[in-house]
């Protein structure tokens, strides 16, 4: 199994940055995925951005140019920098690992953007 941890989630003006933190421990496989998904109220879970182990990144059209993933392969950690935030960034930002067959997330770390 893999656990996920999650930080750096916060209240934050329109405008601003935050940067997410999410720490993997346990059983890691080598190749993976790890991003960052989120959910904000009334919606379904989207997809934020994610990074494979091998470097390789997926953005939502909506955040590109504004948010940054990154990875530190040796601390099992993946990081979310999120620059000129926007009210419609508000929501519930959860961590994700995946292998394919397995996949894990995090608690979750609000953020909330405000006009």
């Known amino acids: 199994q893999v656990q996920l941890v999650e930080s750096g989630g916060g209240l934050v003006q329109a405008g601003g940055s935050l940067r997410l933190s999410c720490a993997a421990s346990?059983?890691?496989?080598?190749?993976?995925?790890m991003g960052w998904y989120r959910q904000a109220p009334g919606k379904q879970r989207e997809l934020v951005a994610r990074m494979s182990s091998i470097g390789s990144t997926n953005y939502a059209d909506s955040v590109k140019g504004r948010f940054t993933i990154s990875r530190d392969n040796a601390k099992n950690t993946v990081y979310l920098q999120m620059n000129s935030l926007k009210p419609e960034d508000t929501g519930v930002y959860y961590c994700?690992?995946?292998?394919?067959?397995?996949?894990?997330w995090g608690q979750g770390t609000q953020v909330t953007v405000s006009s």
């Open positions: 994700n690992y995946n292998t394919g067959p397995y996949g894990a």
């Open positions: 346990g059983n890691i496989l080598r190749i993976n995925v």
